[in-house]
């Protein structure tokens, strides 16, 4: 069944202003699935349409299945020859609607800027899941997710995770991070929900000064319009199954045609979880988590003791 009947409704006020921002991963995934449905009413197989339109038979299976590289971008008269050949009339409703998806799909976003080429694949693949969503639900359990990270906090990270393999330059990978904060919470563009186990606050990954710096940043951020931050004590009781495996990010967009999408955080590779299943279970998942976790004005309170006697120490230190 087609979706062209939806048009995209969802909008985003920024400032005076209210803007749409179509996701591009949402809007290739919806791209993906028209050719898909396209082809398969017209009978072609991918071979058949690759000799009819001139596209290559790889090209056609990347843009019906986005996911196996979710940042690449389709290319817009390799879409305009397969709608051609797919017998879908220039200027009708389905033409506009799916090259639409194209067009939103393969726009520049500001990851593709030379400052921002080398802040990693797992990063990228964050900011493009990111891009104009509605609502972010995120989970963490040891460490501050790059959300809400400052650069210092950030940049010990980096060095951190490195290894045997020490990053030579950690600048790129810093900015990255800062940037998906600003282009999400820091511009109040998407609602933000929290939910960090209390090891987050009281664990110490970087020197106590970063830490404390880290801890009044978070509480300067909860302090904003569209930001929650939630803790889940060691001693909650949220029933079964709340506990999950690995930090995760639940995404959702203005409009809700786009699908939302999961990041599992394996600190190898962000993995992306889109069957509508596990993606609604993440959801439900999140709720048990910010039902079991303390409220925001009493997380506000346990992040600020906690930097209040990290700041006692710092100073005796």
Known sequence: MSTLDAVPTGIIRFGKEARLTPNPLARTRRLGAELLRLRTERGYS???????????????????????DPGRKPGLLSIRRLLDTLDVPRGSREWTVIESYAEDAATSQWWDAATYTRMGDGQRTYA???AGASTIREYSGLLLPGLVQTD???????LALTGDAPVSDPDPIVRGRLERQRQTIGNGLAQYHLVLEEQAIRRRPVPGDVMLEQLRHLLDLMS?????????PVDA??????????????????DTDDPP???VDNVTKALLVTKPAEVTGYAQLHKRLREAALSDADSAAYIRQAADELAATTRKG
């Open 224 to 232: 904003g319009d569209g930001v929650s931050v939630r803790i889940v």
């Open 46 to 68: 991918h071979a058949e349409l690759s000799r009819k339109s001139g596209v290559s038979a790889s090209v056609i299976s990347r843009t019906e299945n986005p996911l196996g």
């Open 237 to 254: 009781q949220p029933g079964d199954g709340y506990a999950p495996r690995a930090p995760y990010a639940h995404v959702t967009y203005p």
């Open 261 to 263: 999408i999961v990041v």
């Open 152 to 158: 210092a906090y950030a940049r010990h990270r980096v």
């Open 128 to 130: 493009l899941v990111e």
